[in-house]
């Protein structure tokens, strides 16, 4: 049987709040995707910020690992472009092509597409995928198509989303704003699963579902305070669904704990092609045959520059969540959260001086909104009952550092020269960006 052909198709900031997922969010395509294949409930992405998160993804390694440290757009980028997933395809005979935004490189060109079909946004990039679906190349292909959406800013809602039948999501008080803005979150996520419907309704037409992996998914979580560029399960929790002849089909859900890094290997199972030496991740093939409920002890993820430098690193295990930042400051760097109503009304409330602790552990099954920090902080001693798990984890998050050569082992990662950063303080208004020199 011949090599199936992939779809990789993928959003902004949607994190979990999909149909599928249990949320009251109009994605009928995506649930029609999942009820036919396979729906991984308990997907984190490797950094809840956009460029790391996607470099991750397609080189299958810790964002740290490839150089991807912050956004490419701002001046970062990978150590090796070689290392993305369409250069160990194309030895197995794979024709690449780009539809959209792809966000790991200040110029798509230097990935190393065979063809770039458009790098404009929404119905462009929806144009040209069913054009390209509409006349394939002759052998397996791989199809990256990526929407700007749910990316803010975010347009009003439609009369088909009411805010005040809204709620907003865990981490926001329930207030007409942030209801509003939520509702605006809702209208945008039905007009993303709108465009990727097109998309998958011409991957019906040509004949070319039978024989096409399908991979949707989006980067991190969605731009609210508290969510996106946070490592708590908010901002690194994501949907992922996978469609494709065999094994993915049938309207499984998983329940295993896997990270994004883990997609690039099990392609290389699925296709049977040899895995790269320098894979971070682990093919969760295991889970979707049924053999094995965990194919992790443990996943990590981080960030480093987002539109500031923000240095975390995090272990997550099925229970437990360790985070720890590396810098001083102890309260939110405003800038690496989205302008937003929702923003608003927390530094209305005095958000911008509420301390954050340089340690935080979570129980994630008796606290799975990760509000009750259980490692202490100043003046607040760790949780004398929880005083081993939390030396466990961070000797987890430690050998990781080591493992991987992690740059913040060695002090503040710099970032490269030409990258564009904002400043941590908001008030100064002739200051707000500076160029690393």
């Keep these: ?51 790391p998160s996607r470099a991750a993804l397609l080189t299958g390694q810790w964002p740290h690992s490839t150089g991807m440290l912050g956004l490419a757009h701002r001046g970062f980028s990978l150590n090796d472009h070689g290392r993305h997933l369409i250069h160990t395809l ?21 990935i190393g597409y065979d063809r770039i079909l458009t790098t404009g946004r929404g119905e462009q990039a929806t144009r040209a995928a069913c054009e390209f679906l509409g006349d394939p190349p002759a052998g397996p292909w791989f199809l990256s198509v990526g929407y700007g959406r749910t990316h803010r800013p975010f347009p009003p809602p439609t009369p088909a989303d009411d805010p005040r039948y809204c709620l ?61 560029c946070n490592l708590t399960d908010h901002g690194i929790g994501v949907f992922l669904i996978l469609r494709g002849p065999g094994e993915l089909a049938g309207g499984k859900a998983i329940d295993g704990m896997v990270s994004h890094v883990d997609v690039f290997p099990t392609l290389c199972e699925l296709l049977d092609v040899a895995p790269p030496a320098w894979l971070d991740g682990t093919s969760f093939m295991p889970l979707v045959r049924g053999r094995a409920r965990q194919v992790h002890e443990e996943i990590f993820a981080e960030v480093t520059y987002h539109a500031a430098y923000e240095p975390q690193r995090a272990v997550r295990t099925p229970r437990w969540k360790y985070i720890r930042r590396f810098e ?36 994630l099954l008796l606290d799975p909104n990760e509000v009750h920090n259980l490692a202490g902080g100043p003046g607040r001693p760790a949780d004398a009952a929880h005083t081993a798990v939390l030396d466990e984890m961070r000797a987890r998050l430690d050998a990781y550092m080591d493992r991987t050569d992690d740059p913040l082992r060695h002090g503040p990662a710099p970032a490269p020269k030409g990258a564009r950063i904002t400043l941590s303080d908001e008030t100064d208004p002739k200051g707000r960006h500076r160029i690393v020199e």
Excluded at 5 to 24: A, E, F, K, V
Excluded at 90 to 110: C, F, K, M, N, V
Excluded at 356 to 363: F, K, P
């Design 1 to 51: 049987m011949p090599r199936p052909n992939i779809l990789y198709i993928h959003s902004h900031d949607t994190g979990r709040y999909i149909q599928p997922m249990g949320h009251p969010v109009r994605t009928p395509n995506l649930q029609r995707l999942a009820e036919q294949g396979v729906l991984f409930r308990q997907c984190c992405s490797a950094a809840p910020t956009c460029s």
């Design 90 to 110: 194309r030895p197995a005979g794979y024709t690449s092509a780009l539809a959209g935004i792809q966000h790991i490189a200040a110029d798509a060109e230097t």
């Design 168 to 228: 907003p999501p865990a981490p926001l008080p329930d207030t007409p704003r942030t209801r509003q803005d939520m509702a605006a979150f809702h209208s945008l996520a039905a007009a993303l699963d709108a465009q990727m419907g097109q998309v998958l309704a011409q991957l019906d037409a040509a004949g070319l579902a039978g024989n096409t992996l399908v991979i949707a998914t989006t980067d991190h979580g969605i731009a609210f305070p508290r969510m996106k």
């Design 328 to 363: 001083e400051r102890d309260t939110p760097v405003l800038p690496n959260c989205d302008a937003s109503p929702s923003k608003d009304v927390l530094l209305e409330a005095g958000w911008r001086d509420r301390p954050i602790e340089r340690e935080q552990l979570y129980d």
